[in-house]
C-alpha cells in the first residue's frame, strides 16, 4: 500500500463517494477513480463495492481499515509536528494537570503566556496522578502539575509552592476567631465528615492520620475528587481534609482552617528527563508558581 492509496482509502472511507474523497483530497473525481483502480489491481482484491449510490468497503477493506485509521492518525501527528517545528513559540504546550490545577491556576498562566506568546499552541489534559504518569511516560503530554511526589517513576520534579492540608466545614461551622487558629487533628473525633477514596499518596496519608483519631469520624459519604468534598461540604455534609489549592480555588461558600499537622502539600511540575523545558515551558511554570504563591500568600493574610 502506497501512502497516496492509504490517503484515499481512508478518504473513501470518510465520505462514502469517489466524489467526496476527491474534494477531500483536491483532486479530480477521475483522478480518485484512477487511483482507486490502481490500488485494487496492486493489492489484487477490490476495496469497496457499490451500493444504493454509495461505495461500501469490502471484507478485505474492513480487515485493513484499523491500521489504516492508525496510519492516518501518525500523519495528522506529523503534519502537526512539521507545521509547529518553525518557531520555538510555536511548539505545543502539553500540559496534563489535577482537576483542582485545572480550575484557577492553569487558566489563569495560559492567559498570562498567550500575551507574551500569542501564537503558542496549547493542549490540556486533567488526569489523576495515575494517569498524568502514564501520559507524560508515552509522551502524550511534557510537563505535568501535581500534588504528588512522583519521582520514583523516573521523573524529574521541580517544587512550585507548597502549603498546608484544610479542613473545610459548612458555613457558620466555626466562630471568625476560631478561623484563625489551626485545628488540632484531635477535634475531629467523632464528628460527620466526607471520606476521600483517592488512591494516591496524599490521599493515603490522610487516611492514615484519621484512622487514628479515637472515637473516629463519622463517614457516611465517599468521594473520588476534592472538588466533589467541598461541594458537600458546603451543603452541609460534615467537615473534610482537602489540599490548600482545592481549598482556596474553590468556589463553594466553605469555611477553612489549616490542619494542625506536620504534613506539607506540594506543588510539583514533572516532565521527562530526556525532555528539558523550552523557554515557552519555563516561563509557563512560573506563571503558574506565581498565581499558586500569591493565592497561597493572600489567603494568610
Request: glycine share 6%.
Amino acid at each position: 500500500m502506497r501512502l497516496r492509496y492509504i490517503e484515499l482509502f481512508h478518504a473513501v472511507l470518510s465520505t462514502g463517494s469517489l466524489t467526496g474523497a476527491a474534494n477531500l483530497l483536491n483532486i479530480s473525481q477521475p483522478a480518485a477513480s484512477k487511483a482507486l483502480q490502481q490500488a485494487e489491481n496492486h493489492l489484487g482484491f477490490p476495496l469497496f463495492s457499490r451500493v444504493r449510490g454509495r461505495l461500501q468497503p469490502t471484507q478485505q477493506a474492513l480487515l485493513m481499515r484499523h491500521h489504516i485509521d492508525r496510519i492516518m492518525r501518525e500523519m495528522y501527528d506529523l503534519q502537526r509536528l512539521s507545521a509547529n517545528i518553525t518557531r520555538p513559540e510555536s511548539h505545543p504546550l502539553r500540559v496534563t494537570c489535577t482537576p483542582t490545577m485545572a480550575q484557577m491556576l492553569v487558566p489563569d498562566a495560559i492567559a498570562r503566556l498567550g500575551k507574551v506568546y500569542p501564537g503558542t499552541i496549547v493542549e490540556l489534559y486533567t488526569q489523576h496522578s495515575a494517569a498524568m504518569c502514564e501520559s507524560l511516560m508515552l509522551r502524550e503530554s511534557d510537563i505535568g502539575l501535581t500534588l504528588q511526589d512522583m519521582s520514583h517513576h523516573g521523573l524529574l520534579e521541580q517544587p512550585l509552592c507548597g502549603g498546608n492540608v484544610m479542613v473545610i466545614a459548612p458555613p457558620g461551622w466555626w466562630s471568625a476567631r476560631e478561623l484563625d487558629k489551626p485545628l488540632p487533628i484531635a477535634a475531629l473525633a467523632g464528628q460527620p465528615m466526607i471520606g476521600i477514596t483517592v488512591a494516591d499518596a496524599l490521599g493515603n496519608m490522610l487516611q492514615g492520620h484519621l484512622a487514628k483519631v479515637d472515637p473516629a469520624p463519622r463517614i457516611n459519604v465517599w468521594v473520588q475528587t476534592y472538588q466533589l468534598a467541598c461541594a458537600l461540604v458546603a451543603r452541609g455534609g460534615g467537615l473534610a481534609l482537602v489540599d490548600p489549592f482545592t481549598a482556596r480555588c474553590s468556589k463553594e461558600p466553605v469555611q477553612m482552617r489549616p490542619l494542625k499537622l506536620q504534613l506539607d502539600v506540594t506543588l510539583r511540575a514533572v516532565y521527562r528527563p530526556d525532555s528539558p523545558l523550552n523557554g515557552v515551558q519555563t516561563r509557563f511554570l512560573d506563571y503558574v508558581h506565581e498565581f499558586a504563591q500569591g493565592l497561597l500568600t493572600a489567603a494568610s493574610t
